[in-house]
């Protein structure tokens, strides 16, 4: 059973995390701009294909509502950036190799694999507000869908 979404007020963790050409990205040159920060276990995968093929395929709908859709993997930014070519992907991917940020945002911990606890990146997303204010967060998502439930919600914030 998937959680559902909670609502919050409180301060984004700042990162700096590099992206899929190897350059750094840190939430604080995103000021004034909302920010869909969604984590996804394994480039490639067919359920975070079918994540970031949506975000893409609804990304004018995001940039319509002043959002940007960051992406943050364990994956390398080699490995984000074969992903991107193979899919012509148009959101931007993070590496967060060591976990660290997905640690701070509750995106690593034990998950539920085929029946088995392990742990590992827990498919979730936060909505940033342009103040740096996490103002949702869906904190175990299913994939198909999600973005442009994800779109809904940021639309209706801003109503």
Request: proline share 5%.
């Amino acid at each position: 059973m998937l959680k559902t979404e909670t609502v919050l007020r409180k301060k984004a963790p700042a990162f700096t995390l590099h992206d899929q050409d190897n350059e750094p990205v840190s939430l604080k040159d995103f000021a004034g701009k909302w920010v869909v920060l969604y984590f996804y276990p394994k480039d490639d995968t067919p359920g975070c294909t079918t994540e970031a093929c949506e975000f893409t395929s609804g990304i004018r709908g995001f940039e319509d509502l002043n959002a940007v859709v960051l992406g943050v993997s364990k994956d390398s930014p080699s490995s984000h950036r074969a992903f991107i070519d193979k899919h012509q992907l148009r959101v931007r991917l993070l590496s967060d190799p060591d976990h660290k940020i997905m640690e701070k945002y509750g995106a690593w911990g034990l998950k539920h694999i085929f029946g088995q606890q392990a742990k590992g990146t827990i498919r979730s997303t936060v909505l940033i507000d342009p103040k740096g204010y996490i103002v949702k967060h869906w904190p175990e998502v299913t994939a198909e869908g999600h973005a442009e439930h994800v779109r809904q919600a940021l639309a209706e914030l801003q109503e």
